[in-house]
């Protein structure tokens, strides 16, 4: 059974910084691209950065330049290190496995607790 267990969210002021950690379990990480996704209240769930096996990142136009998605195969773990944090940024921020099909990646069916994140004043 796929488990994903989100950490490191909190309060922090705008231009803070946070860094996220999610450990995956019942994956063969290594070979999994993982991605980061965040929920806002009355909003629909969004992808913020995409890392796949081999490396490559993509990001969110709003959080390009200010978020960074690492992963540690070791570890099992993906990270996303979020600076110059803003109010926008505020929502709950889950991790998942990107299902590649050939054409494109598809979220896997198990989402985790998420961890909420609020950046304000």
């Given at each position: 059974?796929?488990?994903?267990?989100?950490?490191?969210?909190?309060?922090?002021?705008?231009?803070?910084?946070?860094?996220?950690?999610?450990?995956?379990?019942?994956?063969?990480?290594?070979?999994?691209?993982?991605?980061?996704?965040?929920?806002?209240?009355?909003?629909?769930?969004?992808?913020?950065?995409?890392?796949?096996?081999?490396?490559?990142?993509?990001?969110?136009?709003?959080?390009?330049?200010?978020?960074?998605?690492?992963?540690?195969?070791?570890?099992?773990?993906?990270?996303?290190?979020?600076?110059?944090?803003?109010?926008?940024?505020?929502a709950v921020y889950y991790c998942n496995i990107d299902r590649w099909d050939g054409l494109g990646y598809r979220s896997g069916d198990y989402w985790g607790q998420?961890?909420?994140?609020?950046?304000?004043?």
């Amino acid at each position: 059974q796929v488990q994903l267990v989100e950490s490191g969210g909190g309060l922090v002021q705008p231009g803070g910084s946070l860094r996220l950690s999610c450990v995956a379990s019942g994956i063969i990480f290594r070979l999994n691209a993982m991605g980061w996704y965040r929920q806002a209240p009355g909003k629909q769930r969004e992808l913020v950065a995409r890392i796949t096996s081999g490396g490559i990142t993509n990001y969110e136009d709003s959080v390009k330049g200010r978020f960074t998605i690492s992963r540690d195969n070791v570890k099992k773990t993906v990270y996303l290190q979020m600076n110059s944090l803003k109010p926008e940024d505020t929502a709950v921020y889950y991790c998942n496995i990107d299902r590649w099909d050939g054409l494109g990646y598809r979220s896997g069916d198990y989402w985790g607790q998420g961890t909420q994140v609020t950046v304000s004043s």
